[in-house]
């Protein structure tokens, strides 16, 4: 069975930074694509971004380049999504997700999804 579990959520003041991880279990890690989506109250979930299998690319949505990072580490098999500059609009559930092709993860499908985690972001 795969398991997908996230952690590091939590309450972080605007303009701070926070590091979500991942851990991944029950699936060949190193063969899967990760990616990072969250979900507002009332909103749709969001496409964040995705790394590759080797963590030689990443891709970011418009909404959080360039203030959020995403990394992996395929001896531990985790991935991380690294956030900074944090912003009110940034408060939602995150999620991570695996799949064999990173462009699925664009359109909203994977193959696997954690259970989430809260980010609040607060004055």
């Known amino acids: 069975q795969v398991w997908l579990v996230e952690s590091g959520g939590g309450l972080v003041q605007v303009g701070g930074s926070l590091r979500l991880s991942c851990a991944a279990s029950?699936?060949?890690?190193?063969?899967?694509?990760m990616g990072w989506f969250r979900q507002a109250p009332g909103k749709e979930r969001e496409y964040l971004g995705a790394?590759?299998?080797?963590?030689?690319?990443?891709y970011y949505a418009d909404a959080v380049k360039g203030r959020f990072t995403i990394s992996r580490d395929n001896a531990k098999n985790m991935v991380y999504l690294e956030m900074n500059s944090l912003k009110f609009e940034d408060t939602a559930v995150y999620y991570c997700?695996?799949?064999?092709?990173?462009?699925?993860?664009?359109?909203?499908?994977?193959?696997?999804w954690g259970q989430g985690t809260q980010v609040t972001v607060s004055s």
């Open positions: 997700a695996a799949d064999r092709h990173i462009a699925s993860m664009y359109n909203l499908r994977s193959d696997y």
């Open positions: 790394i590759s299998w080797s963590g030689s690319s990443q």
């Open positions: 029950g699936l060949p890690f190193s063969e899967y694509c």
